[in-house]
C-alpha cells in the first residue's frame, strides 16, 4: 500500500503532530498561550491520513480542534505556535489565535469557533470548485458534537441536491466537550445521519492511519470523479479533555489508558513500519528526536517573537 520513504513521511507528519500538541499545553500552563486551546493528541491518523490522499487544488476547513491540519498541510511549526502565542509572526499575524488560525496560501479556511459552523462555509468551498472547475473538492472536518446542530444538515441537503464535490469527516472521538456520544445520539448511530439526504457513508478506523489512508482515497476519489458528497465516519479518540480547561472527570482514567495501550495511532504504524519494512526502530526515535528538536526551537522562538503593532487593529478587518 505504501513504500518505505511513504511511510517514514507519515510517522513524521503524526509525530509532528503530537509533540506539537504537547509542546502547546505545555506553553499553555506557562501562560504564553492565551484563551481557549483544544488539542488533537490522539487523532494524529485521521488529518495525516486524509491529507495524504488530498490535491494542492483542495480547500479543507474544521473546527476550532486545527493545530495539526496546518501543520500537516505545510504550515510550519514555528508559524503556528508563534499564533498560539499571539504573535504578529504568527500564521495569522496573531489575531486568530488556536481557534481561528487560516492559510489562503495552503487552502485551509479555519479554525471555527463556532460548533458546526465550519460545515456550511465547507459546502460553500464545494460550490465555489464546481462552479471554477478547478478539478478540487472540499475536505471539510466536524465532530461528533456538530453532528447535531442544524445548520450541518441544511448544508448536507444543499450539497446533495446541487451535487457538490464536498468530503464530510465527521471526527467522532465520543465526547462532545463533556458529553458522551452514546448520551447524546439519537437513531441508530452517527453513521446514518447522511442517509436522509442520499450522502453515502463510509465509516474508517481513524486509530489505523493505514485504513485512514485506503478509504479515504476511496472517498476522495469518488468525490472528485462524481462531483456529489460522502461522508466519512471516523471512528477516534482524543486523550485530553475538550480544551485545556477541561479536566475531563466525564471519563475515567482507566478508559483513556486502555485506548493509549491498546489504539495509540502512532504506537501502532511505528510497529507496523518495523514489521513491513524490517527497519531498526532506531531510524524512527531519530525522526522523533528531529522533530522534537523543531518544535522547541520554534516554542522559544515564537516566545521571543514580537506582539502585533496596535495599528494592526483595523486591518482585515471590515468595518
Known amino acids: 500500500m505504501i513504500d518505505l520513504d511513504t511511510g517514514l513521511s507519515l510517522y513524521q507528519k503524526m509525530v509532528q503532530a503530537r509533540l506539537f500538541e504537547e509542546k502547546a499545553a505545555e506553553l499553555y500552563t506557562q501562560g504564553h498561550i492565551f484563551g481557549f486551546c483544544h488539542l488533537y493528541i490522539g487523532q494524529e491518523a485521521v488529518v495525516v491520513g486524509i491529507a495524504h490522499n488530498m490535491r494542492v487544488q483542495d480547500s479543507c476547513i474544521t473546527s476550532y480542534r486545527d493545530h495539526a491540519h496546518m501543520l500537516t498541510l505545510g504550515v510550519s511549526p514555528y508559524e503556528v505556535m508563534a499564533e498560539l502565542c499571539g504573535k504578529a509572526t504568527g500564521c495569522s499575524k496573531g489575531k486568530g489565535g488556536s481557534m481561528h488560525m487560516y492559510s489562503r496560501r495552503h487552502n485551509f479556511f479555519g479554525g471555527n469557533g463556532i460548533v458546526g459552523a465550519q460545515v456550511p462555509i465547507g459546502t460553500g468551498l464545494a460550490f465555489a470548485h464546481k462552479y471554477k472547475k478547478d478539478g478540487g473538492i472540499s475536505v471539510t472536518f466536524f465532530g461528533d458534537g456538530a453532528a447535531n446542530q442544524g445548520q450541518v444538515y441544511e448544508a448536507f441537503n ?50 489505523d492511519i493505514l485504513d485512514v489512508i485506503e478509504k479515504s482515497k476511496d472517498a476522495i476519489d469518488k468525490v472528485r470523479m462524481t462531483s456529489e458528497p460522502i461522508i466519512l465516519h471516523v471512528d477516534t479518540y482524543r486523550y485530553r479533555g475538550h480544551s485545556m480547561s477541561d479536566p475531563a472527570t466525564y471519563r475515567t482514567r482507566e478508559e483513556v489508558e486502555n485506548v493509549k495501550k491498546t489504539r495509540d495511532p502512532i504506537i501502532k504504524f511505528k510497529n507496523k513500519l518495523v514489521e513491513m519494512f524490517k527497519i531498526d526502530i532506531s531510524k524512527l526515535d531519530e525522526i522523533e528526536n528531529e522533530v522534537a528538536g523543531i518544535i522547541e526551537n520554534s516554542a522559544k522562538e515564537a516566545i521571543n517573537a514580537p506582539f502585533p503593532d496596535a495599528s494592526e487593529l483595523e486591518t482585515d478587518v471590515i468595518l
Open 158 to 207: 444543499m450539497a446533495s441536491l446541487w451535487k457538490l464535490p464536498v468530503l464530510y469527516v465527521l471526527e467522532n472521538n465520543h465526547y462532545a466537550m463533556g458529553t458522551a456520544a452514546k448520551r447524546a445520539v439519537s437513531g441508530q448511530s452517527l453513521k446514518t445521519r447522511g442517509d436522509a439526504f442520499g450522502i453515502p457513508t463510509i465509516s474508517v478506523d481513524g486509530m
